[in-house]
C-alpha cells in the first residue's frame, strides 16, 4: 500500500474531510488529495510528522516500514527512499551500477566455487 493510500484509509477510517486533514496540518487541501492519488512524490518530513500525529500512528507505520522486520538494513532502507528523489536518469545510473554489482558478485561467487572444486580434485 503507498503512503497516499494509507493515509486515504486512515481519514476515511476517521471520517475526515480532505479539507479537515488540510486544516489540521497547515496544508491545502488539494495538496492532501495529491499525496492520497499519489501525484505528489516525496512529500515533507515536517508533514509526514504532523499527519502521523493527526492520525495518532507512528510515522514508521504512515510511510509503511515495518520496523518489526530486523533484516532491512536502516542505512539501506534510507537509501532507497533518498533514491526513489531521483530524476530517471540517475534512477537509470543506480539501476545499472546494482546490476553490474550483482553480475561481478555472482562472478565471483561462481571463481570462488570452481577453485574449491579443482583443488580438491588435487
Known sequence: ???GQRIATL???????????????GVS????????????????LGLIERLAGYF????SELIGEDISNQSVDPVLAGLFREAQKFGEYDRQL??????TLI????????????????SDDY
Open 1 to 3: 500500500m503507498s503512503l
Open 11 to 25: 481519514r476515511e477510517r476517521r471520517g475526515a474531510s480532505l479539507q479537515e486533514v488540510a486544516d489540521a496540518v
Open 29 to 44: 487541501k488539494a495538496h492532501i488529495w495529491q499525496i492520497e492519488k499519489g501525484k505528489a512524490d516525496n512529500p515533507a
Open 56 to 59: 495518532r500512528v507512528s510515522v
Open 94 to 99: 543506480l539501476i545499472e551500477f546494482m546490476e
Open 103 to 118: 553480475r561481478m558478485r555472482a562472478q565471483q561467487k561462481r571463481k570462488a566455487i570452481a577453485k574449491s572444486l579443482l
